[in-house]
């Protein structure tokens, strides 16, 4: 199929546009122009209704009819301008300015993950707001912008996850022009684009597609309401309209990647999986563009498939998401055992999650009282997302308070995720300590759905022992609390903390040791405290993360020299006596990063033994 052959409005020449809709239940299909009507033809071979039309430019406005039924809006529409209530309108991508003719993408050995929500980034809450914070994000040491949902969503404040037209940009965030727009800012600033999309359900407002064909199953349920149909009958055309949305991102607007939300909510038993297709027609989309091209997935199911290859039986998706070392060092600085945290052992499951990915790998889950997941030690590490912090662990929380982490913890869980071998993510305002909240917020019309959110989300959190108060998501206010303050960084301790992760975002990337996949990985664990020793070739590193609040001496083996990095030596052993020396390359306690509070007293070092006051973060670097 090629990009003149899709469904919805593709301009094919000056003036004049190609439609096709999939409606298999109707004997007759109207295209509603402003000024005109046109009848469609069928066309038996796709099951689809067809036709080109002249004098149709981008902009123009447009609906379909289904047997002289009410006006509906275009279930594959590339812009919404007037609401997800309104028609659709046609999108000419031809007229896209672009000047990123030499980019070719962002490999995953080298992508540092930034997730940030268009709406709340900025005081504008637009991409073209965004493009002015691209140079701040850049100097940090992101390399990949990574954008929750931009598709069209009711009202003007949302998530992103109860979008209904998978395809169209959200007009209250720019447009599609506004989006091209951003994608070729970061490009001109050697930063990729990751988009966010959603693919196993659709919102509860203003979705068209039920009234077109069976895109929906009651096979089974989503969280969110019943589930796409990628399996039943009829399915070839729910599947085709969106691995064609996914395409559009990449050709149409020069993204460099997808992270497809939940994919453990798409039920998919046939032997032809909708994901490995949709996958793969993402990564051939990308060759064709001469770009490097990746695939992100969340799932809570601990599903080595994922990221395994095709010959291997697997989806081939790049990366997925990993929850579990999320969950486990929040457990280790915190102590918080509530909801899905009953099920991690701090520090011991943060070890585990070092050396085996997840640390549900066939274990016995309290939370979901039965074994969960499968192993998944042949899949380079790097092919796992971790993090500290992200939308869905701060906002699933009952007024999106961002994690309880004082200053030092805050550094330490900062080393554990950029110096880890994983692939890394930070959440928009994480590197500055932003103080700023991130709840969940709708702005849904219906009176009905608004008070079923609040009355869901009050019983999901008190199912899960949470005793504060839930901020109600429908008052803008709730969504003001949110827009980030980047201008807290002129002061303490937030000077500090955003130094601080972009020396640890500096030394990953001069340092393949500390996260190449090929390097060889130990693991130690005592108590409270991890040392993860890493060796390729000729370089070692060796990471300490003493998560525990007491003061420790730590013996390193075998015994090497250490020294400071970029200050004065401390404690500093004759060179002779041992080869393969140790520089302290960071340190949580350095006074570079206390800020005003003081994160504590630097790691000494004394021969062969490292003196900590807890908790820390240490690197050595092999000199």
């Known amino acids: 199929m090629t990009e003149l052959m899709r469904l919805g409005a593709v301009p094919i020449g000056d003036e004049r546009a190609r439609f096709e809709v999939w409606a298999p239940n109707a004997s007759a299909v109207d295209l509603l122009l402003a000024d005109r009507t046109v009848i469609l033809g069928p066309d038996e071979r796709a099951g689809t209704w067809v036709g080109v039309v002249d004098g149709v430019v981008h902009g123009d406005r447009y609906r379909f009819r289904l047997d002289a039924g009410e006006p509906v809006a275009d279930p594959a529409s590339g812009w919404q301008p007037d609401g997800v209530h309104g028609p659709s309108a046609v999108v000419d991508h031809r007229r896209f300015t672009w000047t990123d003719e030499d980019w070719r993408g962002i490999e995953l050995a080298d992508t540092v993950l930034y997730e940030l929500h268009v709406g709340t980034f900025t005081p504008e809450g637009t991409f073209d707001g965004a493009i002015g914070q691209l140079d701040r994000l850049a100097r940090l040491g992101v390399t990949t912008i990574e954008l ?154 601990n599903n080595p498939e994922h990221v395994r290859p095709r010959s291997h039986g697997g989806i081939d998706a790049d990366a997925a998401w990993d929850d579990d070392v999320h969950h486990a060092l929040r457990v280790a600085l915190t102590g918080d055992t509530r909801g899905y945290y009953v099920d991690y052992q701090g520090a011991a499951d943060l070890a585990e ?21 499968k192993p998944a030690d042949d899949v380079d590490r790097n092919h796992f997302v971790a993090f500290s912090s992200n939308h869905d662990h701060v906002g699933n929380t009952p007024n999106g308070t961002r994690p309880p982490f004082d200053h030092r913890q805050r550094l330490v869980a900062a080393a554990a995720v950029v110096l880890s071998p994983f692939t890394p993510l930070l959440f928009m305002g994480e590197e500055y300590g932003e103080t700023r909240p991130f709840p969940y917020f709708i702005d849904h019309s219906d009176p009905a759905l608004i008070e ?26 709730t969504f003001e609390a949110a827009i980030l303050d980047p201008s807290i960084t002129a002061i303490e301790p937030h000077r500090s903390i955003l130094a601080a992760y972009t020396e640890l975002l500096t030394l990953r990337r001069l340092h393949g040791v500390v996260h190449d996949p090929t390097a060889e990985q130990r693991v130690q664990r005592t108590g409270d405290t991890i040392v993860v020793e890493r060796r390729l070739g000729d370089d070692r590193s060796v990471l300490i993360l003493h998560l525990g609040d007491g003061p420790l001496d730590l013996e390193i083996e075998p015994i090497p020299i250490l020294t400071t990095v970029g200050s004065a030596e401390r404690n500093q052993v004759s060179e002779e006596a041992v080869p393969g020396r140790l ?34 973060a240490v690197l050595l670097i092999s000199a």
Do not use: C
């Open 353 to 373: 999650a070092y050396v085996r990915r997840w640390v549900f790998t066939g274990r016995y889950s309290v939370y979901r009282e039965r074994h969960h997941g």
């Open 148 to 301: 929750m949902p931009v598709n069209a969503f009711p009202g003007r404040r949302n998530w992103g996850y109860d979008g209904v037209f998978p395809s169209a940009v959200q007009e209250s965030y720019g447009g599609p022009e506004a989006l091209a727009r951003f994608v070729d800012a970061a490009h001109v600033r050697g930063l990729a684009v990751v988009l966010d999309v959603v693919y196993n359900h659709l919102g509860p407002e203003g979705s068209v597609h039920s009234r077109y064909g069976p895109y929906f199953t009651d096979a089974y349920q989503t969280p969110w309401g019943n589930g796409l149909n990628v399996a039943g009958a009829g399915s070839d055309h729910v599947r085709r309209t969106f691995i064609e949305s996914a395409t559009r991102w990449i050709t149409d607007f020069h993204v460099d990647g997808l992270r497809l939300d939940a994919i453990d909510q798409i039920y998919d038993p046939t032997a032809k999986r909708f994901l490995e297709d949709l996958i793969g027609a993402v990564r051939n989309a990308g060759r064709r563009g001469g770009r490097t091209v990746l695939t992100f997935v969340e799932s809570a199911a």
């Open 452 to 477: 079923a959110v609040r009355e869901g989300r009050a019983q999901e959190f008190a199912r899960n022992e949470w005793s504060e108060p839930v901020a109600d998501p429908a008052d803008p206010a």
């Open 583 to 616: 520089d302290v390359a960071f340190d949580v306690g350095d006074e570079r990063w206390s800020g005003a509070t003081g994160a504590g007293a630097p790691a000494v070092i004394d021969g062969t033994v490292v003196h900590l006051e807890g908790p820390t």
